[in-house]
Nanobody, 113 residues
Framework: QVQLVESGGGLVQPGGSLRLSCAAS????????VAWYRQPPGKQRELVAS??????NYADSVKGRFTISRDDAKNTQSLQMNSLKVEDTGVYYC????????WGQGTQVTVSS
């Protein structure tokens, strides 16, 4: 059974930075899509950043501030978040799609002064 575990969330002031990590407990086989989603309070879950077989993509709201990366040798992916805004507050989830679809449990990110 594969599990994804996020870490790195917390409370940060506007303009600050956080780095989220997502670690897989085991091999998930073929991968064609890795991503970070977030769910702001009272809103729908939205795609923040993703890596496909051909491109790296970001939501317009985070372009230039967030960077998604993956380290297949360590079965991890990360989201570096810089210049954080209050609007970035929410629960962040890692997602991996391939032979199966896996979701992390979520980690809270709160941006507040």
């Amino acid at each position: 059974q594969v599990q994804l575990v996020e870490s790195g969330g917390g409370l940060v002031q506007p303009g600050g930075s956080l780095r989220l990590s997502c670690a897989a407990s085991g091999s998930i086989g073929r991968i064609y899509f890795v991503a970070w989603y977030r769910q702001p309070p009272g809103k729908q879950r939205e795609l923040v950043a993703s890596i496909t077989t051909s491109s790296i993509n970001y939501a317009d709201s985070v372009k230039g501030r967030f960077t998604i990366s993956r380290d297949d040798a360590k079965n991890t992916q990360s989201l570096q978040m810089n210049s954080l805004k209050v609007e970035d507050t929410g629960v962040y989830y890692c997602n991996v799609r391939g032979d199966t679809v896996q979701w992390g449990q979520g980690t809270q990110v709160t941006v507040s002064s």
